[in-house]
T-cell receptor
Framework: DGGITQSPKYLFRKEGQNVTLSCEQN?????MYWYRQDPGQGLRLIYY???????QKGDIAEGYSVSREKKESFPLTVTSAQKNPTAFYLC?????????????FGEGSWLTVV | KQEVTQIPAALSVPEGENLVLNCSFT??????LQWFRQDPGKGLTSLLL?????REQTSGRLNASLDKSSGRSTLYIAASQPGDSATYLC????????????FGKGNQVVVIP
């Protein structure tokens, strides 16, 4: 089936630890995105990438890092510099980064700091 | 900065009634508007996308209208069913398209059997 796969579904992070969330898509989409969702809040853009080996900061990039070495993959690393990382993380993709194209989302990953 | 508001935050309706969900945005210079559905603990599913040049889009029991000049969109769900219970989110894109979607906080809907 075509779609976006995020893993793991649940992740626990200790203080001072870096963790990486995986996102893979087989939709042949050029653009990929990472969003953060806090309870009762709208989605906020962390990073996005329109093409392999290129990515741009979103609205809340501090404490996060990404890479785009392959078209299908866009992993997100939550670093120890992110002071409040507990949230629901959503990966998305679309055919192009510009208007007119539906954006598709993965099932999300829950990150909790312990 | 684009601000998107969805009111009410939560609502309950009896099964069979029509649902009306509202979305307002502050900057009318949008490229498109999208409505999404989110089930608890899940990702978002795109329902309808309306281009800025369009007035409405329809898919089955769903109809979304767009009044760009007044900064409003309405999602209608006809003859609601318990399976329609979910959170519905509205998002608008500006010049940068999907790279800069502005989301509302959502309308949490419960359809009572």
């Amino acid at each position: 089936d075509g779609g976006i796969t995020q893993s793991p579904k649940y992740l626990f992070r200790k203080e001072g630890q870096n963790v990486t969330l995986s996102c893979e898509q087989n939709l042949n989409h050029d653009a990929m995105y990472w969003y953060r969702q806090d309870p009762g809040q709208g989605l906020r853009l962390i990073y996005y990438s329109q093409i392999v080996n290129d990515f741009q900061k979103g609205d809340i990039a501090e404490g996060y890092s990404v890479s785009r070495e392959k078209k299908e993959s866009f992993p997100l690393t939550v670093t120890s510099a992110q002071k409040n990382p507990t949230a629901f993380y959503l990966c998305a993709s679309s055919m192009f980064g510009y208007s007119g194209n539906t954006i598709y989302f993965g099932e999300g990953s829950w990150l909790t700091v312990v | 900065k684009q601000e998107v508001t969805q009111i009410p935050a939560a609502l309950s309706v009896p099964e069979g009634e029509n649902l009306v969900l509202n979305c307002s945005f502050t900057d009318s210079a949008i490229y498109n508007l999208q409505w999404f559905r989110q089930d608890p603990g899940k990702g978002l599913t795109s329902l309808l996308l309306i281009q800025s040049s369009q007035r409405e889009q329809t898919s089955g029991r769903l109809n979304a209208s767009l009044d760009k000049s007044s900064g409003r969109s309405t999602l209608y769900i006809a003859a609601s069913q318990p399976g329609d219970s979910a959170t519905y989110l509205c998002a608008v894109s500006g010049r940068e398209g999907n790279n800069r979607l502005a989301f509302g906080k959502g309308n949490q809907v419960v359809v009572i059997p």
